[in-house]
C-alpha cells in the first residue's frame, strides 16, 4: 500500500519566517496531494491541495510543490503568524478513493 | 456547502458496553464515508471505507466484528464500537466525498470516545 512520510515532525519559528514541511510518498499512480490543518480536538481542515498535472500551486501566504518524478511534495508558509500553530499533514490520494495520511507536522510560531 | 456533522461530539462509556457514532452529509449525497480513528499526537488512521447499501471495506488490523459500520443512506453511516474497553478511547472522525469532487473528503468535527 502507499507509504506516506512527512518531516519533520515539530517545526518552531518566529513570527515572520517561513516554514516548510516535506512530504515524500510511495505510488507513482498517486494523482491528488492535499495538505490539511488540525488545530486541537478539531477537524482536519483543507487548506490547499494539487493534482500531479501541476508543478506548484499558490494560495496567498501558502503553497505546495510538487515533484512527480522524487514523489515528493512540500508545503511552503510565508509571513507566519502565531495563528498558523497547529499540526499540518500532508496525505496522497490512491486507488479506492482513499486518502494516506502523513504523520503530522507540529508547528509552533513564536510572537 | 459540503458540510459534515456528527454525533456525539464526546461520550464516556462503560467498559463492555457499545456506543454509536453518527455521521451525516448535510448538504450533499456522499457517494463513499470513510471512519479514521486518531490517538492523541498521531496522525489519522483508517479504519474502514464505506458505500451506500454496501458492506464496509475493513483496513487490514481493523476488526469488523468490534467496529460496526453501516451506510444504510447517502446522507448517513454510522459505526457502532461493541464491547468497548478503555483502549478504544480515541478520538473517531468520520469523512464523506460527494460526486461534484470525487477526491476532496469534508471531514466531520469528530467524536471523542472516553472508555472507563
Known amino acids: 500500500g502507499e507509504n506516506v512520510e512527512q518531516h519533520p515532525s515539530t517545526l518552531s519559528v518566529q513570527e515572520g519566517d517561513s516554514a516548510v514541511i516535506k512530504c515524500t510518498y510511495s505510488?507513482?499512480?498517486?494523482?491528488?496531494f492535499p495538505w490539511y490543518k488540525q488545530e486541537l480536538g478539531k477537524r482536519p481542515q483543507l487548506i490547499i491541495d494539487i493534482r500531479s498535472n501541476v508543478g506548484e500551486k499558490k494560495d496567498q501566504r501558502i503553497a505546495v510543490t510538487l515533484n512527480k518524478t522524487a514523489k515528493h511534495f512540500s508545503l511552503h508558509i510565508t509571513e507566519t503568524q502565531p495563528e498558523d500553530s497547529a499540526v499540518y499533514f500532508c496525505a496522497v490520494h490512491n486507488a479506492g478513493n482513499m486518502l494516506t495520511f502523513g504523520g503530522g507536522t507540529r508547528l509552533m510560531v513564536k510572537p | 456547502g459540503a458540510v459534515v456533522s456528527q454525533h456525539p461530539s464526546w461520550v464516556i462509556c462503560k467498559s463492555g458496553t457499545s456506543v454509536k457514532i453518527e455521521c451525516r452529509s448535510l448538504?450533499?449525497?456522499?457517494?463513499?464515508m470513510f471512519w479514521y480513528r486518531q490517538f492523541p499526537k498521531q496522525s489519522l488512521m483508517l479504519m474502514a471505507t464505506s458505500n451506500e447499501g454496501s458492506k464496509a471495506t475493513y483496513e487490514q488490523g481493523v476488526e469488523k466484528d468490534k467496529f460496526l459500520i453501516n451506510h444504510a443512506s447517502l446522507t448517513l453511516s454510522t459505526l457502532t464500537v461493541t464491547s468497548a474497553h478503555p483502549e478504544d478511547s480515541s478520538f473517531y472522525i468520520c469523512?464523506?466525498?460527494?460526486?461534484?469532487?470525487?477526491?476532496?473528503?469534508?471531514f466531520g468535527p469528530g467524536t471523542r470516545l472516553t472508555v472507563t
Open positions: 505510488d507513482s499512480a498517486s494523482n491528488y
Open positions: 469523512s464523506a466525498t460527494g460526486t461534484e469532487k470525487p477526491y476532496e473528503q469534508y
Open positions: 448538504d450533499f449525497q456522499a457517494t463513499t
